[in-house]
C-alpha cells in the first residue's frame, strides 16, 4: 500500500498563489506519473495536471494552463504543484495521485492522498 502525504492548502485572495506538496513516506517503487486532482463541492473529482516520472513531461487541464505548474523530485519522491493568478473558481479539495498502471482510474493501480483544502476569496 502506497500512502500519500499532502500539504500546502489554505485561504488566499484572488490573484494569489500557493504551492502544495505531496510525499510519500516511506520506500516505494517508481510510478509511472503522479498527478493532481481536485473537487469542489457537488462536483466530480477532476483532473489539474500530472507529470511523467521518468521523462518529466507533464499535462495540464485547459483550466489552469498557464497558472499552474507541476513539478517532481526524483530523488525527494515529491511531487508540487505551483498555484499562480489564483481564481475562486479553484476552490477546491486537491488530491494527490500516484499512478503505476494505465490509468488514473483503475483502484488496483492508483494510490491518492487524503487531500488539502485550497480556498480562494474573492
Known amino acids: 500500500q502506497v500512502q500519500l502525504v499532502e500539504s500546502g492548502g489554505g485561504l488566499v485572495q484572488a490573484g494569489g498563489s500557493l504551492r502544495l506538496s505531496c510525499v510519500a513516506p516511506g520506500r516505494t517503487f517508481s510510478p509511472n506519473a503522479m498527478g493532481w486532482f481536485r473537487q469542489a463541492p457537488g462536483k466530480e473529482r477532476e483532473f489539474v495536471a500530472a507529470?511523467?516520472?521518468?521523462?518529466?513531461?507533464?499535462d495540464y487541464a485547459d483550466s489552469v494552463k498557464g497558472r499552474f505548474t507541476i513539478s517532481r523530485d526524483s530523488a525527494k519522491d515529491t511531487v508540487d504543484l505551483q498555484m499562480n493568478s489564483l481564481k475562486p473558481e479553484d476552490t477546491a479539495v486537491y488530491y494527490c495521485?500516484?499512478?503505476?498502471?494505465?490509468?488514473?482510474?483503475?483502484?488496483?493501480?492508483?494510490?491518492w492522498g487524503r487531500g488539502t483544502q485550497v480556498t480562494v476569496s474573492s
Open positions: 507529470i511523467s516520472w521518468s521523462g518529466g513531461s507533464t
Open positions: 495521485a500516484r499512478r503505476y498502471g494505465g490509468s488514473w482510474y483503475n483502484p488496483s493501480s492508483t494510490y
